[in-house]
């Protein structure tokens, strides 16, 4: 069974700047994906990045880039140039392929002016 | 991506009634979708994979005869919850994962169920 866990309920940031969010997971699967999904006020799940476990590059998308140590089991979402519409959860998820997502908590980002 | 509708976006019914949520898929064929709940300030809990032409298949603490899942074909999956209660307000969820190729799960917008 996949577990997941994101240890900062809640953080902020000015904007402009660059904050990181945390993420370690266990699988047992050797082949796998993981994902950040962010949730804004208006409830609608978007994609931030996706990362294949079997890739050593650390995927990037924009602003957005990850630190995945997989020998570590840690994957953490870097948001640089911080937005007011990155004000949002963020969910870090394993799985992807044929086996079901598990998320975790979350960690509730607030972006300030 | 994927572009995932779900309707209604909210609905409120009473006590005893039963509820469909459908979830479509507009510009992919999807084998397999999925139904989440989620509680206010808390994560996505899934309920079910459904499977186009097959049974669903549910978590582990989900009742299968009060959630039912129909997925009909390959661009509609419907959540129908039986003899509602107070206690299934929530918010659903559905996702789709296209098919073979893809990785991710697209979400639809979420359907708001408040029962009284």
């Known amino acids: 069974a996949q577990t997941v866990t994101q240890s900062q309920p809640e953080m902020s940031v000015q904007e402009a700047e660059t904050v990181t969010l945390s993420c370690t997971y266990d699988t047992s699967e050797s082949n796998y994906y993981l994902f950040w999904y962010k949730q804004p006020p208006s409830r609608q799940m978007i994609l931030v990045i996706r990362q294949e476990a079997y890739k050593q590059q650390n995927a990037t998308e924009n602003r957005f880039s990850v630190n995945f140590q997989k020998a570590a089991k840690s994957f953490s979402l870097k948001i640089s140039d911080s937005q007011l519409g990155d004000t949002a959860m963020y969910f870090c998820?394993?799985?992807?392929?044929?086996?079901?997502?598990?998320f975790g908590k979350g960690t509730k980002l607030t972006v300030n002016p | 991506g994927a572009v995932v509708s779900q309707h209604p976006s909210w609905v409120i019914c009473k006590s005893g009634t039963s509820v469909k949520i459908e979830c479509r898929s507009l510009?992919?064929?999807?084998?397999?979708m999925f139904w989440y709940r989620q509680f206010p300030k808390q994560s996505l809990m899934l309920m079910a994979t459904?499977?186009?032409?097959?049974?669903?298949?549910?978590e582990q603490g989900v009742e299968k005869d009060k959630f039912l899942i129909n997925h009909a074909s390959l661009t509609l999956s419907t959540l129908t919850v039986t003899s509602a209660h107070p206690e299934d307000s929530s918010f659903y969820i559905c996702?789709?994962?296209?098919?073979?190729?893809?990785?991710?799960?697209?979400f639809g917008p979420g359907t708001r169920l408040t029962v009284l």
């Open positions: 996702s789709v994962r296209p098919e073979e190729g893809w990785n991710e799960q697209f």
């Open positions: 998820a394993p799985g992807g392929g044929s086996e079901k997502l598990v």
């Open positions: 459904s499977n186009e032409g097959s049974k669903a298949t549910y």
């Open positions: 510009d992919f064929q999807a084998t397999t």
